[in-house]
């Protein structure tokens, strides 16, 4: 059963800083993952899609990379923004087509 | 680019009553439709996945007779919570898969549900 780790729990840093989110999966064995943003009460917002053949996607100061052997990717965001304050989800999709969630990294940027 | 809505965004219906929430994609056709429940700070729990035309695939622990899902067409899901009680009170996510080969899934604004 693939199950999606993500650490910290929550992150607090200050503006300006450049910063990584870590996420593991324990099944290597997937179609792609996807990185998404999440507002308070809100909708989730897609970021980034990595798919299992590709070892990184970069979208403005946003960089996402893909260890499938190792079960692990990282989304680093540059120069950290107030904006950015959020809960950042990363999901596996398996060969199944299910997309399984972490539980999220709870980031507040401080002005 | 790809955008999902729901309708309502939020409701507020009585402990025994049903409750029907749209999910619709704007401006593609999706075959797939996810519904997912997320209960707060936490993530999210997928319920349900429906095919175009089909009946839907519940998960496991998931009430088929309690969650109704219908996906009657290529850009509308609903998904109707019947008889609802207060445990029922959740924050609802729908979601639509871009059948491209690439499957992104791109996800609705979430219908925060509160059963009194």
């Known amino acids: 059963k693939q199950e999606v780790t993500q650490i910290p729990a929550a992150l607090s840093v200050p503006e300006g800083e450049n910063l990584v989110l870590n996420c593991s999966f324990t099944d290597s064995a997937i179609y792609n993952l996807q990185w998404f943003r999440q507002d308070p009460g809100k909708g989730l917002t897609s970021l980034l899609l990595?798919?299992?053949?590709?070892r990184e996607q970069t979208s403005g100061r946003l960089n996402a990379s893909l260890d499938k052997s190792s079960g692990r990717s990282t989304l680093y965001i540059a120069a950290s923004q107030p904006g950015d304050s959020a809960t950042y989800l990363c999901a596996v999709r398996s060969q199944g087509g299910k997309l399984i969630f972490g539980q999220g990294t709870e980031l507040s940027v401080k002005p | 680019g790809a955008v999902v809505s729901q309708h309502p965004s939020w409701v507020i219906c009585k402990s025994g009553t049903s409750v029907k929430i749209e999910c619709r994609s704007l401006?593609?056709?999706?075959?797939?439709m996810f519904w997912y429940r997320q209960f707060p700070k936490q993530s999210l729990m997928l319920m349900a996945t429906?095919?175009?035309?089909?009946?839907?695939?519940?998960e496991q622990g998931v009430e088929k007779d309690k969650f109704l899902i219908n996906h009657a067409s290529l850009t509308l899901s609903t998904l109707t919570v019947t008889s609802a009680h207060p445990e029922d009170s959740s924050f609802y996510i729908c979601?639509?898969?871009?059948?491209?080969?690439?499957?992104?899934?791109?996800f609705g604004p979430g219908t925060r549900l509160t059963v009194t």
């Open positions: 979601s639509a898969r871009v059948s491209d080969g690439y499957y992104e899934q791109y």
């Open positions: 401006d593609f056709q999706a075959t797939t």
């Open positions: 429906s095919n175009e035309g089909s009946k839907a695939t519940y």
């Open positions: 990595i798919q299992s053949s590709q």
